[in-house]
Structure formats: C-alpha cells, structure tokens
C-alpha cells in the first residue's frame, strides 16, 4: 500500500469511527430538552463538535506517527510493517477512546456523573474496586463489550484496506473540499456553543448550564471577566468558594479540657452502608425499631454527604466534610478517637469493606493499632456481616471488664449489589441477579429497591445479635448505642439509582437511633446532622470544652436545635434548612447553582430563598473555614 493510499485508508477510517464515537455519545444528546429551541441547538452542536474532540488524540497520533514512519521507511523492505504498524495504532488508540466514552457513559447512567476525581481515587484506592459489589458476571460482560469493540474496529479497518487497494477512482482535489467544509462547519457550530454557553453563564441561564453537564470533559467558556472589564453590569452571584485541599488544619480550636466520668460508659457504633431513613420501620427492621422506643429515634437527620467517606467523616470528626481533603493530608485523627484512647478505651472495629478505601485507616482511625482494626470481606456482604459480628460479640465477651470499651460495626448487606441469604426475604419479588451491564433500570428499579429491602431486613437480624447480647449481660445500663448509615440510596425516585449523584432527600437522609442510659426515650422530628454526633459523645466523655472548639456541631441531648445543615461531596456543598436546599460548587468548573425545596422541588421564586436564608449562608461561609489556618 502507497503512502497516498494508507492517508486516504486512515481518513476513511476515522471519518467512519466518528460515527461510532457519535452512537456512545447518544445517551447525552437524549437527555436534551428539545422543546427549548436554545438547548437543543447547544447540545447538538457540542454533541457533533465533541465528537470530533474526543476522537483528536487518536487522530492526531496515529497520523504523526504515519507521517513519520512515511518519511523513515519511505520505498523500502519495511514498509509493509510501517503499514501495520500505524493500522495497529488506529486500532488501539480509537478502541481506547470509544472504551472510555463507554465507561464513562456507563458511569453516567448509574451514579449521574462523568469520570472525575471521585472515580479515579475509586479505581486507584486499595478496596475501590470491591466496594462497588460488581459481579463476576458483569466483569464478564463488560470483558465482552470491550472485546466486541476492538473487534469491530478491527475489522471496520479491514474492510476499508480492502475497499482502498482495490484502486477506486478517487478524484483529485475532491478530499481536500470536504476537509474545508467540514473545518467550516466545525468552527461555526464550536464558535456558536461556546458564545451560547458564555453568555448563558452571564445570564445564570440554567438550561444550557445543566446540558453542559451532561458531556463527558466539557470546558466552559466564561465572559464574566470580560463583561465588567467592558462595564457591563454583571449580577452577583452568591458562591461558596473555598479552597480545600490547600488550606492548613487549626485542630482544635483550644486544647480540651477533660473531667472524665466516674463510671464511663460503653460505646456500641453500628453504621450501615446506604441505609437511608425511611428503611428504619416496623417491617423491614423490626428489632432496630423496637429498640429504638428504648432510646431516641431522630426522623429529620442528614448525612454529612453522599457518600461513604463524606457521611463517616462528619459523624466522627463533628466537622462538615469537606474536609475531609485536608485532614486526609494531614492524616489528623478526629478528637473523639484520640480522647477515648487518652481514657484508656478498648478498641476493636470491624468492617465488611475496606479500611483502606475510603482511606478511613489515614483519617478517623489514623492512630488506632492495626491489630484493632479488623476486616472481613469474603464472600457476599450479608456473609462478612454475619462474621464480623460474631467477632465482635467474641471481643465483648473476652474483653477487660474492668476497663470501658468501645467497639465499631461497618455493615456491608444493604451495599449495592444488595446482599442477604433466603432466609430474610420479606419482599418475595426481586432481581435475582443484579448485573450492572444487562439489567434495566427502567424496568428492573422495583424488583432492585426489594434486593435492598430485604437487604436491609438481613441487618436488621446482626443488629439483633448485639442487642441480645447487651441485653443477656446487662450491659445496657452502661453502654451508648448508636445506630445508623453512612448515606441514603435513590432507587429513581429523583431521577439516580444508589448514591453520590444528588442532594436529594432519599440520597441525604439516614436514620439515627441513639440510646444513653438515663435518658428518656422519645422521637425527636427536628433537623439533625451526622456532624452533631462527636459533640454528644464527647459530652459523655467529660469533654468541657463548647463543641465549637472541635466541632460545627451541637450535642443532641441539649437544648440548642438546628437551623440549617450542610452536606458535601467530591466538589459541591449542599445548604439545607427546614425550607430550602441549594447546592455550590466549591471547585472544579463553574456551574450553576442549584435551588430546589428541602423535599427536591424546583423553586419558581429564587429570591425568597436569598431573602430568608441569606444569614445562614454568611455563618455558612464562616464555618467552612473555622478549622483552616
């Protein structure tokens, strides 16, 4: 093959494999308001345009490298292998591109956002990877997917080398025409989505903001600067800004002062993955919910976040969590732990994931001795679950009476894939295999939500086992029990399965039920938050210091009651008040602010939220801070 006939092979290659590039894009142009004349045009320009931006490293590539290895090996006996070569290239440079979009739109779909930090940190992390729960059988499919791919492009390839060196016409000049009209229309749709969006921005025009979001490594084009360089008047916009990861820890505020208790009770912490609140019921856990009567049962409370690393950082350390970056850094262990093991606490915690991801074994437990920290993940979660608690019951049962304990409990089952044996089926209808490469969630999000369902109701018979135990030894007039998630879990509700994609309540709200020998049991229906749980403790551990000190929280037994919350994840903050929730981007790209009602409903009336929350958002941007130096 020419040097002449293998360019014109190569373009004919890509100009087809755009194609294929545009059909894993789809997914992105179909969540298009196409009512909206405005939006529609702006996301199918950027759908054509990116198209093309996502194929240019392979092009770019492959086609330096064939310009080279033209020029090298000219007429020569090596040019059949330059040919193969620089074919091979295409191959795997357009296969690895069309496998990301892939991924990437498969991410998408499931957790309602791209690639991004959040990703990278799960697939680098020891025990990211399992603590998604995929299956072998979706790692099978996903394997196939993948080899159909490169397949396909392989013999895409092939068939184009036969087309060309059977020497058909190609008229002179005719390509670079088609070159300069699709150069012209190329910039003309770029040019037009890039001034749509700047001005959008300029506006706070939420549609084209929202669409944007949509397409995997769009890059905003602003004209604030611009505009009030020019004069222009351009509207305040409210933004909680905050540097995280490059901010110094002042940790705690002043040295504590402790009056440790006489007697000092027991600590039994019990967290599950994505319990979300309303999951805490007769039915469905039946034995946490009768021993809730004996205890406080807390209906209006938040996570810290989203996810995992967020809603555990902000019940240990009392602080909202994002900062989490800073304190993961600094590897600074939460108070509360250096306090209970100041007080000479016996520590044993239990997980059926990782300690290691999130990285909780540099953060909350930085200082506990490894051999305190046990893990057991083998097998399904409802297994490792059933494991760990026997583990810890033998802990209880071995420990030294006569010093205080305190023991953890990360469980596993109510985690997507949700896991449970037969025996505490309650919902008799479920997806019997969740594959998250075949499964529907359209069709499949009912038979889905009863797998966690009856996931939840496996829990509820390990909390069980602890509950019997304090009861059998009477150990309940001395020890705090502490039950509740880390975060919630949508099953579509909002538009998300599971978690890490919105604020909304079913993602964000989790259970709490607090049990404090000597206190009077009772439902408690105010706002309460994950980061008001280290001052109760700490409170019970003769702590003097007020909670600001260590804290952005407020002891649950006093009287002080909650006006607003804030959650956090990867790179936004969420306010909440018993009215409103409005969500921030604290790094990363700008996008729009988001306004809803508490219970998620769009807000026509914008500045009756700025009027009535505008003084909690001025503390807001105070305590984000507090803790930096």
């Known amino acids: 093959m020419t040097y002449r006939d293998r360019s014109r092979l190569l373009d004919l290659y890509f100009s087809l494999t755009y194609f294929v590039t545009l059909a894993f894009c789809s997914s992105f142009l179909q969540k298009t308001d196409f009512h909206n004349v405005k939006t529609a045009f702006f996301s199918l320009a950027v759908f054509l345009t990116y198209g093309f931006i996502y194929l240019l490293p392979a092009y770019v590539s492959t086609r330096f490298f064939h310009y080279l290895t033209g020029k090298t090996f000219g007429r020569n006996e090596k ?36 690639f991004n930090g959040f990703v990278w940190n799960l697939l680098t992390t020891p025990g990211g990877i399992e603590s998604m729960g995929t299956s072998d059988a979706a790692f099978l499919t996903y394997a196939l997917i993948i080899g159909g791919i490169i397949c396909t492009l392989s013999l895409l390839l092939w068939l184009l080398h036969a087309f060309v060196t059977r020497g058909l016409p190609h008229p002179p000049g005719k390509q670079q025409k088609v070159y300069l009209y699709f150069a012209v229309i190329f910039l003309m749709l770029t040019c037009g989505e890039r001034i749509t969006y700047g001005v959008s921005h300029l506006q706070g025009y939420s549609p084209i903001l929202v669409t944007a979001n949509y397409y995997p490594l769009y890059l905003p084009l602003t004209f604030r600067g611009l505009a009030q360089k020019m004069g ?19 940790y705690p505020l002043h040295p504590l002062q402790v009056a440790p208790p006489a007697k000092p009770l027991n600590i039994i912490w019990l967290v599950a993955e994505s ?11 039946p034995e946490t919910f009768a021993f809730s009567q004996k205890g406080r049962r807390f209906t209006q409370h938040y ?79 409802w297994q490792s679950d059933r494991k760990n608690i026997t583990d810890m019951l033998d802990f209880l049962k071995n420990r030294d009476t006569a010093k205080p304990f305190m023991t953890f409990m990360f469980f596993e089952s109510p985690h997507a894939r949700y896991y449970f044996p037969e025996e505490s089926v309650i919902r008799k209808e479920y997806l019997k295999e969740l594959n998250y490469a075949t499964m529907s969630l359209e069709k ?9 369902v009856n996931a939840c109701h496996h829990q509820d018979s390990q909390i069980k086992r602890v509950l019997d135990f304090l009861e059998q030894e009477h150990l309940l007039d001395n020890t705090v029990v502490i039950i509740t998630g880390d975060h919630g879990e949508e099953f579509m509700e909002k538009g998300h399965w599971g978690h890490n994609s919105n604020f909304v309540e079913e993602q964000s709200r989790v259970p709490l039920v607090l049990y404090v020998p000597g206190t009077e049991p009772g439902v408690e229906d105010r706002m309460t938050s994950h980061v008001d749980i280290a001052p109760t403790v700490m409170k ?36 909440v008040d018993r009215n409103y929730k409005a969500v921030y981007p604290y790094k990363g790209p700008p996008v729009q602010n988001i306004i809803t009602t508490k219970n998620d409903e769009p807000v026509g009336d914008e500045a009756a939220f700025n009027a009535s929350s505008r003084d909690n958002l001025v503390k807001v941007m105070g305590e984000l801070g507090r803790f930096n130096r």
């Open 79 to 114: 040019k059949q292998l330059s040919s193969v070569l620089t074919h091979g290239l295409a191959i795997a440079t357009t296969s690895l591109t069309i496998i990301l979009l892939y991924a990437d739109r498969t991410i998408y779909n499931l957790l309602g956002f791209h």
């Open 232 to 250: 222009i008047d351009v509207a305040r916009k409210d933004n909680l800004s905050i540097d995280v990861r490059s901010s110094s820890l002042n």
């Open 275 to 285: 319990l979300r609140w309303n999951m805490l019921d007769p039915e469905i856990m």
């Open 303 to 381: 996570s810290g976040g989203i996810g995992t690393r967020e809603g555990m950082f902000s019940m240990f350390y009392g602080l909202y969590s994002h900062c989490w970056f800073s304190f993961l850094a600094e590897k600074r262990s939460p108070v509360l732990m250096d306090e209970l093991q100041r007080q000479a606490y016996q520590l044993s915690m239990y997980t059926s994931a990782e300690f290691s991801y999130p990285e909780f074994d540099k953060t909350i437990f930085a200082k506990v001795p490894d051999e305190r920290l046990h893990k057991h993940n083998e097998g399904f979660g």
């Open 444 to 452: 499949d999000i009912g038979l889905i939500f009863n797998r966690y």
């Open 540 to 575: 019970l551990l003769g702590v003097q210091n007020p909670p600001e000190d260590y804290s952005l929280g407020f002891d649950l037994l006093g009287e002080q009651r909650r006006q607003y919350t804030v959650l956090s994840d990867w790179n936004r903050i969420c306010y």
